[in-house]
Nanobody, 119 residues
Framework: QVQLVESGGGLVQAGGSLRLSCAAS????????MGWFRQAPGKQRELVAT???????NYAVSMKGRFTISRDNAKNTVYLQMNSLKAEDTAVYYCYAEESLFGVRRDYWGQGTQVTVSS
């Protein structure tokens, strides 16, 4: 099992910045990708960015340029730096981790952290 705990969400004005953190615990040695998804009210959950264990990032096209994902494998933590925030970035942001162990792949999710951008 892998447990994910997010922090860093909150209320920010449009144009501002926030940094989200997600710490993994448990079977961390089996984690491959980590990253972030988000879900706005009435919408489906969507990719924000993920990063492989070797540090290769993958961004949703609309997030590239304003959001930066990073990862500290020694701390089993993934970060999301969000700049130039817009009202449409308001959503619950979920941390994600992919575990691969003995050929079995599992996805894990954090509880979510609310990001609200006021215009």
């Amino acid at each position: 099992q892998v447990q994910l705990v997010e922090s860093g969400g909150g209320l920010v004005q449009a144009g501002g910045s926030l940094r989200l953190s997600c710490a993994a615990s448990g079977r961390v040695f089996a984690i491959n990708d980590m990253g972030w998804f988000r879900q706005a009210p009435g919408k489906q959950r969507e990719l924000v960015a993920t990063m492989t264990s070797s540090g290769a990032p993958n961004y949703a096209v609309s997030m590239k340029g304003r959001f930066t994902i990073s990862r500290d494998n020694a701390k089993n933590t993934v970060y999301l730096q969000m700049n130039s925030l817009k009202a449409e970035d308001t959503a619950v942001y979920y941390c994600y981790a992919e575990e691969s162990l003995f050929g079995v792949r599992r996805d894990y999710w954090g509880q979510g952290t609310q990001v609200t951008v006021s215009s």
